[in-house]
């Protein structure tokens, strides 16, 4: 019983302090342990860690394919799905292509839906808008709002508000200058 609880401790240290080293060996892991739940579930939790530490950096395409990783090892992970939907959001609006950007807004959405409590979603569908044409003011203002209203992590939540405020500011001006 003791190693057995041992063994769980490493694990979930190596989780934690080292997904990385984790990713490394899992196609060893996997091949001798492919039915073996807790190693499929440490694998996810590896990418899906490893993966927004690389949305965090603004890698996007390494986060596509560290939560695609995951979805493949367990489809129905909501963690990966939510962030596989974030990150192929991103990487459209950065393409910046029109086509390219309203399919960034409907995979935003579809995060959206996945965990409805969160900001970060409405974030992006903000940033879209304005890239759309940062003149749609009611589309990109109700968007940050939405953004504002739900839970956000503290690494966004001051550039969400930072934001907000522009497109506020811009709106005002042309408001007052068409007055």
């Keep these: 019983r003791d190693l057995h609880l041992?063994?769980?401790r490493q694990r979930q240290m190596c989780i934690r302090d080292s997904p990385k080293a984790l990713i490394a060996i899992e196609d060893s892991l996997l091949a001798v342990n492919k039915n073996n739940q807790?190693?499929?579930?440490?694998?996810?939790?590896?990418?899906?860690?490893?993966a927004k530490n690389y949305l965090n950096s603004n890698e996007l395409s390494l986060a596509v394919k560290h939560f695609k990783k995951s979805i493949s090892i367990n489809k129905e992970n909501k963690d990966s799905q939510y962030g596989l939907m974030i990150a192929e959001g991103r990487v459209l609006i950065k393409r910046g292509n029109k086509n390219g950007i309203w399919d960034a807004i409907e995979k935003l959405s579809k995060a959206s839906?996945?965990?409805?409590?969160?900001?970060?979603?409405?974030?992006?569908i903000a940033v879209s808008y304005t890239k759309l044409g940062d003149t749609e003011f009611d589309l990109i203002l109700e968007s940050y709002e939405k953004s504002l209203s739900l839970e956000l992590?503290?690494?966004i939540k001051d550039e969400v508000e930072e934001n907000y405020k522009k497109a506020?500011?811009?709106?005002?001006k042309l408001d007052s200058f068409w007055k």
Excluded at 38 to 50: G, P
Excluded at 168 to 172: E, F, G, H, S, V
Aim: no cysteine; net charge neutral; charged share 30%.
């Design 113 to 124: 839906s996945i965990y409805p409590k969160q900001g970060e979603p409405f974030y992006w």
């Design 153 to 155: 992590d503290e690494n």
């Design 6 to 8: 041992s063994i769980r």
């Design 38 to 50: 807790s190693i499929n579930d440490a694998i996810v939790i590896a990418n899906n860690n490893v």
């Design 168 to 172: 506020k500011n811009r709106k005002d």
